[in-house]
């Protein structure tokens, strides 16, 4: 199994311009998460996803807006890319039941100039 | 709003020597504490989770502390080797969602052979 997997691992964008990060499990996950993460704070929830078809916000959800159209991906975009959403992006999914450990992808990090 | 602190600073300690890590959170009583391991340049691997009726968790030469009076765990690497030198983050079910999480900032084990 390859767990969970992101692409791109690394990206370059200019300020206004849009992208779409992607987030895959193998794992049969029914909970997927989307976490940003910057020198010196913690990792923070942007946006999740309890099931196909249904996403909810977290603590950090402006600027980014998510897709869940199939069990397996996790969709992250950046309509219009700013400065401030330069940082190391990570996906994780986890079990509905009997188990609340999540699983991390290896990060996208973005550079917005 | 719920707060997770974790010292900032790095720890720095022999090889062998008791490795004490500390996550104190505030406002909030969560039903489990997760503790996660990550590496530079990669995302955070799952460690142990204690629960809120639980006091203490073991795995191999990991000791983790559960004390929901002073709202504080503490993790404990015992025997510690320079393979444990790594950013250490514990992590609490989210008050709105208990299938999300919050992170601390983490703190940098070092461990000097």
């Known amino acids: 199994n390859a767990g969970v997997t992101q692409t791109p691992k690394f990206r370059v964008l200019k300020t206004g311009q849009s992208m779409t990060l992607l987030c895959a499990q193998d794992?049969?996950?029914?909970?997927m998460y989307w976490y940003r993460q910057d020198p010196g704070m913690g990792l923070r929830l942007i946006h999740y996803?309890?099931?196909?078809?249904?996403?909810a916000k977290g603590e950090v959800p402006d600027g980014y807006n998510v897709s869940r159209l199939k069990k397996q991906n996790f969709l992250l975009g950046l309509e219009s890319a700013a400065p401030s959403q330069t940082s190391v992006y990570f996906c994780?999914?986890?079990?509905?039941?009997?188990?609340?450990?999540?699983?991390f992808g290896p990060g996208t990090r973005l550079l917005v100039l | 709003s719920q707060k997770i602190e974790q010292n900032s600073e790095a720890l720095n300690i022999q090889e062998g020597k008791t490795a004490t890590l500390t996550c104190n959170y505030t406002n909030y009583s969560p039903a489990y504490l997760q503790w996660y391991r990550q590496d530079p340049g990669r995302g955070p691997v799952f460690l142990l989770l204690?629960?809120?009726?639980?006091k203490e968790k073991r795995k191999e030469r990991l000791k983790v502390t559960f004390d929901t009076t002073l709202k504080q765990s503490l993790f404990h690497i015992t025997a510690s080797q320079p393979a444990d030198s790594a950013t250490y983050l514990c992590a609490l079910d989210m008050p709105r969602s208990r299938r999300a999480l919050t992170f601390g900032s983490g703190t940098r084990l070092q461990v000097q052979p």
């Open positions: 204690i629960r809120e009726n639980e």
């Open positions: 996803s309890v099931g196909e078809g249904t996403t």
């Open positions: 994780a999914s986890r079990k509905r039941e009997g188990g609340e450990t999540q699983y």
């Open positions: 794992m049969n996950h029914e909970y």
